[in-house]
Nanobody, 112 residues
């Protein structure tokens, strides 16, 4: 059974940093692209960053240069390093494998 467990969210001031983690199980992690999504209050869920099985990455424009997606295939873990956080980054963040399941997400609040 596929499982995605996000952690690392919290309350941070503008300009601060957080590192999100996602522990995975139940599928062949190494071979699949993985993604981070986020859903801000009152908005639709949006794709933030993606990393391929071989480590190629891509980001939405608003986070380029501030967020870094990475993976540890040996530990089946996905990460999102978020620097220079801004209030508009406030959202629940989800990791995603190319299957229908979603995890519970981890909440990030950027506020002074």
């Amino acid at each position: 059974q596929l499982q995605l467990v996000e952690s690392g969210g919290g309350l941070v001031q503008p300009g601060g940093s957080l590192r999100l983690s996602c522990a995975t199980s139940g599928f062949a992690f190494t071979g699949f692209a993985m993604s981070w999504y986020r859903q801000a209050p009152g908005k639709e869920r949006e794709l933030v960053a993606v990393i391929s099985g071989d480590g190629s990455t891509d980001y939405i424009g608003s986070v380029k240069g501030r967020f870094t997606i990475s993976r540890d295939n040996g530990k089946r873990m996905l990460f999102l390093q978020m620097d220079n956080l801004q209030p508009e980054d406030t959202a629940v963040y989800y990791c995603k494998a190319p299957f229908p399941s979603w995890g519970q997400g981890t909440r990030v609040t950027v506020s002074s």
